[in-house]
């Protein structure tokens, strides 16, 4: 079945430093990827998405790109801000078969001024 | 346009007795799916509902159910209810079932004592 790893947290970072939270997956076919936030006492809310091979998802100065060679979608930021403290997710929807969307465990980030 | 609505946002329940919880999509999706979030088992997907049918489901026991309305709105169901059963219940809507991107409401945070 469908599976997305991700690597454990919490990640702490000084403002201004240089993110990056690794996802990789394993799924058939040409799954989608995506990023989710959580932000305390939250819902999910959708960060960026890359739908096929190469694309790169793009918001707030967040960035992932679909590589399908290795299976992966690691989350990039350049300068990250107090106010990126949060829990991210990664998850991927499978194109084919039960098409819900697969999680990761999360990484929380926190960042400290 | 409004988001996804929930009601109501937190619970407190007793074992033994059954829920039910509210979900509102956004104006003019159709497919609404269900996901539990807690801390050990992280974010697993319930059900999914489009046009009043599920169309999907997730590996939970038959205590848990749901349905969906004309107007798209879902509800689901706890019967019997477990202290395994405290978790967040995330409810998403997206525009159609094959659609790529979803969205997700605030959550019910269900307390079962």
């Given at each position: 079945g469908n599976s997305v790893t991700q690597m454990e947290g919490p990640v702490t970072l000084s403002e201004e430093a240089f993110l990056t939270i690794n996802c990789t997956y394993t799924a058939t076919g040409y799954p989608s990827l995506f990023w989710y936030v959580q932000y305390p006492g939250e819902g999910l809310q959708l960060l960026l998405k890359a739908t096929k091979a190469d694309d790169k998802g793009s918001n707030k100065g967040f960035e992932a790109t679909y590589r399908k060679e290795t299976t992966s979608f690691h989350l990039e930021k350049g300068s990250v801000q107090v106010s990126d403290s949060a829990v991210y997710f990664c998850a991927l929807k499978g194109d084919r078969g039960r098409r819900a969307l697969t999680f990761g465990s999360g990484t929380r980030l926190q960042v400290q001024p | 346009k409004a988001g996804v609505t929930q009601t109501p946002r937190y619970l407190i329940k007793t074992r033994g007795q059954q829920v039910t919880l509210s979900c509102s999509p956004i104006s003019g999706h159709r497919s609404v799916s269900w996901y539990q979030q807690t801390p050990g088992q992280g974010l697993q997907f319930l059900f999914e509902y489009f046009s009043e049918t599920q169309r999907n489901k997730g590996n939970f026991p038959g205590r848990f159910s749901g349905r969906q309305f004309s107007n798209s709105r879902s509800e689901m169901n706890v019967s019997t209810l477990e202290l395994g059963d405290s978790a967040l219940y995330l409810c998403a809507s997206s525009?159609?079932?094959?659609?790529e991107t979803q969205y997700f409401g605030p959550g019910t945070r269900l307390l079962v004592l």
């Open positions: - | 525009f159609e079932a094959r659609s």
